[in-house]
């Protein structure tokens, strides 16, 4: 069974600095394209970025380049989203989902064509 367990999320300071995780089992990780999504109270779901299969990595929002940065470690089957120079307002639940063709299908992931973690929770305070 598919399976995806976010972590490293926790209350931190405009400017600091946090380093989320993805764990996955139960598939071929490798051959996943990887997204992380957040969702703050009130606000819809929104994609933050997601790399393929190939290392390539795509931001969908603007106000995260150059402060984010996705990755992977295909040994330890896991996604990595860290994250710099934290805002206030990016603070939400973030959580990761997998997809087995590429990016293009994860920018518009559902809750229910998809599979997601529980999510982690980030607070930056000011």
């Known amino acids: 069974e598919v399976q995806l367990v976010e972590s490293g999320g926790s209350l931190v300071q405009a400017g600091g600095s946090l380093r989320l995780s993805c764990a996955a089992s139960?598939?071929?990780?490798?051959?996943?394209?990887i997204g992380w999504f957040r969702q703050a109270p009130g606000k819809e779901r929104e994609g933050i970025s997601c790399?393929?299969?190939?290392?390539?990595?795509?931001y969908w929002q603007d106000s995260v380049k150059g402060r984010f940065t996705i990755s992977r470690d295909n040994a330890k089957k896991t996604g990595y989203l860290q994250m710099s120079s934290l805002r206030p307002e990016d603070t939400a639940v973030y959580s990761c989902?997998?997809?087995?063709?590429?990016?293009?299908?994860?920018?518009?992931?559902?809750?229910?064509?998809?599979?997601w973690g529980q999510g982690t929770q980030v607070t930056v305070s000011s």
């Open positions: 790399i393929s299969s190939k290392d390539d990595s795509v």
């Open positions: 139960g598939f071929t990780f490798e051959n996943y394209a």
């Open positions: 989902t997998v997809d087995p063709w590429s990016c293009r299908y994860l920018e518009t992931a559902t809750m229910s064509d998809h599979y």
